[in-house]
């Protein structure tokens, strides 16, 4: 059979694939249930199931040999690819993100945490829709990140931190950007295992941060949704120059969990 793929075949791959994720997960956490002691009973209260399951994932992530303890007896008898599949997760990325820009299951957001490298990632979402849940961008929120068949999803839980940025904040997030957009995207597994190594290698060679002193007042239009796989294009002057009104790698090294208002837990998303 010859000819272009038609939306109904790429939808019905998209359903394939989130299928699996949830299968996988599924199996993955009911083992860390067991070996936790966790009560296992049947509850038809959504609510009660999910607080499991994202107990469950505080623990898989808390104990990360706990993969290599249920790849090593596959009670579910995965195959080989399934098997890969959850190796692969023995290294999440997890910390603070911005959200910066939502295009259907997709969004794009910058680490936030001290010392990570300015990068645009962007995140496939199982299940819902971008602009469900973030209706303010941009915002603060709290993330695990996991491969999964060539590309970056969540472990199931997205935490909203906030989404009222602080005098000043606006132009943080606008220095990270400029910087993200010398840098590739990262949007496949091999981009989120570089950005570990990368994270790695500058924890063991912290510099102590600058402070960035310059306040603006966010625009309206900074706050506007962009696409998730476009970054905003570097000054003609180049990342270090530092023209009047333009960010400097001195607001760009300033934490951008530091430019929001005090958070508040507010979990968005159901854990699978």
Request: aromatic share 4%.
């Amino acid at each position: 059979m010859t000819g272009k793929r038609t939306d109904k075949a790429a939808n019905d791959d998209a359903a394939c694939s989130e299928a699996d994720f949830l299968r996988l997960m599924k199996v993955l956490l009911a083992f860390v249930m067991v070996r936790s002691d966790a009560p296992r009973s049947p509850s038809r209260d959504l609510q009660a199931r999910i607080a499991a399951a994202s107990d469950a994932l505080d623990r898989l992530w808390e104990v990360p040999q706990l993969i290599d303890e249920f790849l090593a007896e596959n009670p579910a008898h995965l195959d080989e690819r399934d098997l890969a599949t959850i190796a692969s997760w023995r290294s999440p990325v997890m910390g603070h993100f911005v959200v910066t820009g939502i295009q259907g299951k997709r969004f794009a957001c910058l680490p936030a945490d001290a010392d990570t490298p300015p990068r645009l990632i962007v995140v496939q979402l199982i299940r819902r829709e971008a602009d469900e849940l973030f209706r303010t961008i941009p915002c603060l929120i709290e993330l695990v990140l996991l491969p999964f068949r060539g590309a970056i999803v969540t472990d199931g839980r997205i935490k909203r931190l906030s989404s009222a940025t602080k005098p000043g904040g606006a132009l943080v997030i606008e220095s990270r950007l400029r910087l993200a957009a010398l840098h590739k995207l990262v949007q496949i597994p091999s981009d989120l295992a570089e950005l570990t190594q990368s994270n790695l290698e500058k924890t063991a060679d912290r510099t102590r941060d600058e402070p960035g002193a310059c306040a603006t007042k966010p625009t309206r239009d900074e706050s506007q949704r962009g696409d998730p796989s476009r970054a905003p294009a570097p000054s003609k002057h180049g990342s270090t120059a530092s023209p009047r009104g333009s960010p400097t790698p001195q607001h760009a090294r300033a934490m951008l969990n530091a430019s929001f208002t005090s958070p508040h837990d507010n979990k968005e998303g159901a854990s699978p």
